[in-house]
């Protein structure tokens, strides 16, 4: 019997050591990360960073899409890969922190560990012109006095904007009407058109129609104001207690080795600080703010559970 044991024993050091030396070496081939949703959006940030990531790490980084289910297919795709660190998500992290208290899924929360947050959105909500408000406070006075009058449009029901408005509704301590649509573009046109009150949508969608005049802004969702629209007050700043970033980063299978995690965020980390990522978030409205595996993970627990108690409350049949 001591031999036998003395003989696991020795056995799992040596797979331990295996298994260490491997995380060091790494990368030693190509890596992929799953954008989970339709291209032309979020994977192209993703591939405008795999670039200077791949050169950071001297290993190709692929860009795959994976859409479907609200970035659940994708989401699910990645939490049961092997936890090498040879395939990784990118997504927003509403795949991780809301999707799993929406619906029964093959992953939960803890079956994806954070690498690294690349940026904060930001969101924005903004008002049609001529509406009876002009200010984030006009509105909240607006709508408590005209109870269930103020209409938003949302990406569509359960998603993140709609959950979004939601949780403004309810810190303001305001009744919205919601109405959804097929995606954000047509919810912000119907608001050009002024057949909606409200929008919220990403900074990119948003912004270009308030600098045409076509919306006008009341605020941001960050808890502080983004370097790309430092006019705009946050949601806080208005006398709402509420800040709902828009975390965007990678992901990895539970159980990837540190050394990987770090390896990879570091160069994550080495990408954002480049030219060619300060370019690109020029150009797309898009603030950048990287955050290493723990910080991000933090954020990542505290988002989850702000958004298991906020679902418990919301009427997803409207």
């Excluded at 291209?39 to 960073?49: H, I, K, S, V, Y």
């Excluded at 930001?122 to 002009?134: D, E, I, S, T, Y």
């Excluded at 941001?220 to 629209?229: E, I, S, V």
């Amino acid at each position: 019997m001591r031999k036998l044991l003395t003989g696991l024993l020795s056995g799992l050091a040596i797979i331990a050591g295996g298994a260490a030396a491997l995380a060091a070496d790494y990368p030693t081939r190509p890596i992929t990360v799953i954008v989970p949703y339709s291209p032309g959006g979020t994977d192209t940030l993703a591939r405008t960073l795999a670039r200077d990531v791949s050169e950071n790490l001297g290993q190709p980084v692929v860009v795959e899409t994976k859409p479907g289910a609200g970035g659940t297919i994708g989401g699910a795709f990645v939490a049961n890969a092997d936890p090498d660190g040879y395939t990784l998500l990118f997504a927003v992290s509403s795949v991780q922190t809301v999707a799993p208290h929406q619906r029964e899924l093959p992953y939960g929360f803890d079956a994806l560990r954070a690498v690294a947050r690349v940026a904060v959105g930001p969101n924005v909500m903004a008002a049609r012109v001529g509406a009876p408000f002009a200010t984030l406070e006009e509105m909240v006075a607006y709508a408590k006095a005209n109870p269930d009058k103020v209409s938003y449009g949302s990406a569509g029901t359960g998603g993140a904007t709609h959950i979004a408005a939601e949780a403004v509704a309810r810190a303001a301590g305001i009744d919205l009407f919601h109405i959804p649509f097929k995606g954000v573009t047509p919810a912000v046109a119907s608001a050009v058109a002024g057949e909606v009150d409200l929008v919220l949508g990403f900074a990119a969608a948003i912004l270009p129609q308030v600098e045409g005049g076509k919306l006008v802004a009341l605020a941001q969702l960050g808890a502080t104001r983004a370097k790309l629209a430092p006019d705009l007050p946050t949601l806080i700043e208005g006398g709402v207690d509420l800040a709902l970033p828009a975390n965007i980063g990678f992901w990895a299978p539970a159980g990837t080795p540190d050394e990987v995690v770090e390896a990879f965020s570091d160069a994550v980390r080495k990408a954002i600080e480049g030219q060619t990522m300060t370019n690109y978030a020029a150009q797309t409205l898009t603030e950048l703010d990287y955050a290493g595996p723990t910080a991000f993970g933090e954020a990542l627990v505290a988002e989850d559970a702000f958004y298991k108690e906020l679902l418990s409350s919301i009427d997803f049949s409207q």
